[in-house]
């Protein structure tokens, strides 16, 4: 079973979050973003001094074309990352996918329940997706522009701190367990008792 619009019978919620209500997992996903872009930055300082984004060698235009490309970049990176869960959702049965933002962070959900490995797929697809695709980007710019996409990638992978956190939670969860991710939030159903 990928989705289900309705919940089977005998199955009772073990673990639900809500990161606009539980403060201690908002800065418990957020710490985790922050040292994914920490171990993400430190190494490729080494590799690639960051004083290239700032090279006005080629010109003050070009210079801020560059700083403009990475913040309209970054804009559009995360409605792509949500429009790809969305997609995801749709590929495994979603008719109706919900967009949003809360103003800390945008989201796609859905009122459909989601068994175990499609939502490991809805919650990974985005952070694989892009991460391929700004890694060829990234491999292709002149050096001058590598620190523009890489902060997006950065972006791209810290910013799925939340999708890391509920892939290794559920993956440890039964294997009948179906959820329900409404946006800002989800809930984890099973036939089994034991709490997650």
Not at 43 to 58: N, Q, S
Not at 76 to 102: D, N, R
Request: charged fraction near 15%; hydrophobic fraction near 50%.
């Amino acid at each position: 079973m990928k989705s289900t619009r309705t919940l089977p019978e005998g199955y009772k919620k073990i673990y639900s979050v809500d990161l606009q209500k539980n403060k201690k997992m908002l800065l418990a996903v957020n710490g985790l973003a922050l040292l994914i872009t920490v171990a993400m930055i430190v190494p490729v300082c080494f590799y690639i001094p960051m004083i290239t984004l700032f090279d006005m060698e080629k010109g003050i235009l070009l210079y801020i074309l560059r700083f403009a490309v990475l913040l309209l970049g970054g804009v559009v990176y995360i409605i792509l990352h949500e429009f790809v869960h969305g997609i995801a959702m749709k590929l495994c049965g979603t008719k109706k996918i919900k967009y949003g933002f809360t103003g800390m962070y945008a989201f796609a959900g859905s009122d459909d329940y989601y068994s175990k490995k499609p939502y490991i797929f809805i919650a990974l697809a985005p952070v694989v997706l892009w991460g391929v695709v700004l890694l060829a980007i990234n491999l292709l710019v002149p050096t001058e522009w590598f620190w523009v996409v890489y902060f997006i990638q950065i972006g791209n992978i810290s910013g799925a701190a939340g999708d890391f956190f509920v892939t290794f939670k559920f993956s440890r969860m039964p294997s009948d367990i179906l959820v329900k991710d409404y946006g800002v939030g989800m809930e984890v159903y099973s036939l089994h008792s034991t709490r997650g």
